[in-house]
C-alpha cells in the first residue's frame, strides 16, 4: 500500500505521534487546528478529528479521504451528506469513556444523595446548617442505552449496593445488571428508578425523547441524569418538569445549546447540577483514543474490517 498520509485536527504530544508512526509505517502525519486543514486535506487519506466538527468545507477537497476517525463518541455532526453518500468510512472511539464517565454519574448521584449540592453553596456563605442526607444502597439505578458507557456505571452501581436495571436493543446476559428491558418498555423503567441515567447515541430516533409525558412516568423522588447529548431531552419539558416537581432534581452534562446560554432558568435551579459537557475528562483520554486509533490503522493497512464502524444510516 502507498505511504498514507494521515491529518489529524488536534494537537497531539510526541508519544502520540511516535505510535502513530509505529502502526503506519512511512505514513506522513499531519496536525493542524480546524482553521488550517482545508491546506492539508487535498492528499490525505485519513482524517482525526471530532464528532462536533463541521467539517462540510473540508470535505470539497478531499479527493483521495478514504477514512474518517472521531476521537470522540459523539459523530452528529459527521452525519453529513457528503459522508454519509460518501464511500468513506466512519469510526468513532466508542469503549474509552466507560471508566471517566462512571465516575462522573456516581459524583452526581452523591452530590445529590450526600447534600453536596447544598453544602457547597452553604460554605460559601459559611453557613453551618445540617441536612437531611439519603444513601444510594438498595436503591435503583435506570440506565437508558446499555453500552460501555452504561457497564461500567452499572459496575460501580452495583458495588455500591444498588438495583441496577437498563434498557437496551439487544438482550444480552449482563454481569452487573439485575433487569433488562427492551427500547420499548422504557416507561416501566422509569416507574421505579431513582435515579434515570441516559446514555443513548444522538439519532433521529433518540432525538427529543424524553419529553413531559417521559418525566411525568418517572418517581417524583427521582433524579434525572443526562451525560449522552442535550437534544435527546426536550429541554423545555424537563424544566417545566423540575418547575412543577415532577421529578427531585437532575444532572447534566449536555445541553441542546452549548454552552448553555446565561438565559436558561436551568442555571438558577437548586435542585439542578450542571457540568459543561466533560463527564468523558480524563488525563488518559487521548492516550486511549490514539491507541484505538492505532488499532485501526493496523487493520486499515491490513485491510482488515475496522472496529467502530459507524452505520451512517443508524447514526451510531
Ligand atoms: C464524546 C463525548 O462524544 O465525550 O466522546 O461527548
New binding site residues.
Given amino acids: 500500500m502507498p505511504a498514507l498520509k494521515i491529518l489529524v485536527i488536534n494537537q497531539l504530544a510526541e508519544r502520540h505521534l511516535t505510535a502513530i508512526a509505529n502502526a503506519a509505517p512511512g505514513s506522513h502525519i499531519v496536525t493542524a487546528e480546524l482553521a488550517d486543514a482545508q491546506q492539508h486535506v487535498g492528499d490525505a487519506d485519513i482524517l482525526v478529528g471530532w464528532?462536533h466538527m463541521k467539517l462540510q468545507p473540508l470535505l470539497q477537497q478531499a479527493a483521495r479521504l478514504r477514512w474518517i476517525h472521531a476521537l470522540?463518541?459523539?459523530v452528529e455532526n459527521l452525519l453529513i451528506p457528503e459522508i454519509v453518500t460518501a464511500p468513506i468510512l466512519l469510526t468513532n472511539?466508542r469503549g474509552i469513556?466507560g471508566i471517566p464517565m462512571s465516575e462522573h454519574v456516581l459524583a452526581m448521584i452523591l452530590a445529590f444523595t450526600r447534600g453536596l449540592t447544598v453544602f457547597a453553596r452553604q460554605q460559601q456563605r459559611k453557613e453551618w446548617k445540617r441536612a437531611s442526607l439519603e444513601e444510594i444502597h438498595e436503591k435503583t439505578i435506570g440506565i437508558v442505552g446499555l453500552g460501555s458507557i452504561g457497564r461500567e456505571i452499572a459496575k460501580r452501581a452495583k458495588a455500591l449496593g444498588m438495583e441496577v436495571i437498563a434498557t437496551k436493543r439487544e438482550q444480552t446476559a449482563e454481569l452487573f445488571v439485575d433487569k433488562l428491558y427492551a427500547p420499548d418498555q422504557l416507561n416501566q423503567l422509569l416507574e421505579v428508578a431513582d435515579f434515570v441515567v441516559v446514555t443513548l447515541p444522538l439519532t433521529q430516533e433518540t432525538k427529543g425523547l424524553f419529553n413531559l409525558a417521559l418525566f411525568k412516568n418517572m418517581k417524583p423522588t427521582a433524579y434525572f441524569i443526562n451525560v449522552a447529548r442535550g437534544a435527546i431531552v426536550n429541554e423545555a419539558d424537563l424544566i417545566s418538569a423540575l418547575q412543577q416537581g415532577l421529578i427531585r432534581g437532575a444532572a447534566l452534562d449536555?445541553f441542546d445549546h452549548e454552552p448553555l446560554p446565561d438565559t436558561s432558568p436551568l442555571w438558577e435551579m437548586p435542585n439542578v447540577l450542571i457540568t459543561p459537557?466533560i463527564?468523558?475528562i480524563s488525563p488518559h483520554y487521548l492516550d486511549r483514543a490514539i491507541k484505538l486509533f492505532c488499532e485501526n490503522l493496523i487493520r486499515f493497512s491490513e485491510q482488515k474490517e475496522l472496529l467502530n464502524i459507524i452505520d451512517k444510516q443508524k447514526g451510531y
Fill in positions: 464528532g470522540s463518541a459523539g472511539s469513556h449536555v459537557h463527564a468523558a
